[in-house]
């Protein structure tokens, strides 16, 4: 069964600049993929970036040319860089592992504890 450990949040001023670090263990064995999820407090879980094997990628509208989302199969673990940042980036964020299915990410893992991102103005 997979588990994903996040990691790397904080509190931090708007402009500058995070990593966060996903480690998955254990095997799923449709999944092709990671993904990384945020929620603000009070709203509904959003997808900002995902990535397959091989190395396509999206990204959530607002986060474009502000975020990436890199892999390393070596060490099993997902990063997101998060430049820039602006106090509507604050939130959980989570890790998953998943597929794509033509233009959209999957998650079929089990959410992890998530790591808090803070910006403030």
């Known amino acids: 069964q997979v588990q994903v450990v996040e990691s790397g949040g904080g509190s931090v001023q708007a402009g500058e600049s995070l990593t966060l670090s996903c480690e998955i263990s254990?095997?799923?064995?449709?999944?092709?993929?990671a993904g990384w999820y945020r929620q603000p407090t009070g709203k509904q879980r959003e997808l900002v970036a995902a990535?397959?094997?091989?190395?396509?990628?999206l990204y959530l509208d607002s986060v474009k040319g502000r975020f990436t989302i890199s892999g390393d199969n070596a060490k099993n673990t997902v990063y997101l860089q998060m430049n820039s940042l602006k106090p509507d980036d604050t939130g959980v964020y989570y890790c998953?592992?998943?597929?794509?299915?033509?233009?959209?990410?999957?998650?079929?893992?089990?959410w992890g504890q998530g790591t808090q991102v803070t910006v403030s103005s």
């Open positions: 990535i397959q094997q091989g190395g396509r990628t």
């Open positions: 254990g095997r799923h064995f449709s999944a092709n993929a």
């Open positions: 998953t592992v998943g597929t794509f299915g033509g233009a959209n990410y999957y998650p079929n893992s089990r």
